[in-house]
T-cell receptor, first 117, second 115 residues
Framework: ETGVTQTPRHLVMGMTNKKSLKCEQHLGHNAMYWYKQSAKKPLELMFV???????ENNSVPSRFSPECPNSSHLFLHLHTLQPEDSALYLC????????????????FGEGSRLTVL | AQKVTQAQTEISVVEKEDVTLDCVYE???????LFWYKQPPSGELVFLIRRNSFDEQNEISGRYSWNFQKSTSSFNFTITASQVVDSAVYFCALSEAGSARQLTFGSGTQLTVLP
């Protein structure tokens, strides 16, 4: 139990569907992240939210739309995805403290395995 | 640009053997952080260790040890007396001080420990 919960754990969707991935962290952290993990590839950072504000968007296609309503919840809205978007999507959180050097310790959820048909 | 290379894609060892996972990194910054994460079959990445670029002391934690060498830009991870529960994918990662929250991960090494 890492304190970061992702739902659903598995999702199969067609290219025309709209679905959402949900992440909730119970650690009191103020930063949340979405990573994409494809087979045989390094983890790719997609989005970062700090205090509910998006601070990073690593050239992610607009068919992925993040939402962070509060510092405990993070969503990834999916629409008109492509088969190459099939991957494990990992949510993570961390505690960013102003004036303290970034430490990089992230707490990850178990991921949502997405298959796009 | 920062880069992390884990040349070993898969390693298999027999229980109780020692195993070393290699990590080579590239960065232009003088201040940076290096990490190891473990990803068991359940999927979540688990933080193992963080090292900053000014601390080249090797570290030991139980059966785990890390060898940080700036001269060769390497941050290798050794598991002594491996156990079946050590089977997982291990990721090395790098963060430059000037790019907060930008962890660059290597492609990972799948370690299988056979009974």
């Amino acid at each position: 139990e890492t304190g970061v919960t992702q739902t659903p754990r598995h999702l199969v969707m067609g290219m025309t569907n709209k679905k959402s991935l949900k992440c909730e962290q119970h650690l009191g952290h103020n930063a949340m992240y979405w990573y994409k993990q494809s087979a045989k590839k390094p983890l790719e950072l997609m989005f970062v939210y700090n205090f509910k504000e998006q601070t990073e968007n690593n050239s992610v296609p607009s068919r992925f739309s993040p939402e962070c309503p509060n510092s405990s919840h993070l969503f990834l809205h999916l629409h008109t995805l492509q088969p190459e978007d099939s991957a494990l999507y990992l949510c993570a959180s961390s505690q960013d403290r102003s004036g303290v050097a970034y430490t990089g310790e992230l707490f990850f959820g178990e991921g949502s395995r997405l298959t796009v048909l | 640009a920062q880069k992390v290379t884990q040349a070993q894609t898969e390693i298999s060892v027999v229980e109780k053997e020692d195993v070393t996972l290699d990590c080579v990194y590239e960065t232009r910054d003088t201040t940076y952080y290096l990490f190891w994460y473990k990803q068991p079959p359940s999927g979540e990445l688990v933080f193992l260790i963080r090292r900053n670029s000014f601390d080249e002391q090797n570290e030991i934690s139980g059966r785990y040890s890390w060898n940080f060498q700036k001269s060769t830009s390497s941050f290798n991870f050794t598991i002594t007396a491996s156990q079946v529960v050590d089977s997982a994918v291990y990721f090395c990662a790098l963060s430059e001080a000037g790019s907060a929250r930008q962890l660059t991960f290597g492609s990972g090494t799948q370690l299988t420990v056979l009974p």
